[in-house]
């Protein structure tokens, strides 16, 4: 079994009140140094059977159409590090 994370952040064009809010708290909490913050959300997908480019290839178009609402939110698709090997990047 392996692991795929899907990572879907808002656009950088698109307004990100929930990054803002916690940018501004950030100093009140004792926290400097931080200039900007957004905020996105993080899937992590459980795979029966080996991850090759059929399953990315779903995994992708279930992100495109399903994860992510591609008008406002862009999304990366990440193949985790199984013990002892080193994960891909697609």
Request: glycine content about 8%.
């Amino acid at each position: 079994m392996a692991r795929v994370v899907v990572d879907v952040m808002l656009k950088p064009e698109i307004l990100d009140p929930q990054g803002q809010a916690v940018q501004r708290a950030l100093p009140r909490l004792g926290f400097q140094g931080i200039s900007d913050v957004r905020q996105g959300k993080r899937f992590e997908l459980e795979v029966d059977g080996p991850v090759d480019d059929a399953a990315l290839a779903r995994i992708h178009e279930m992100a495109e159409t399903f994860l992510a609402n591609t008008v406002i939110e862009d999304f990366v698709v990440k193949v985790e590090a199984s013990e002892g090997a080193a994960g891909a990047d697609k």
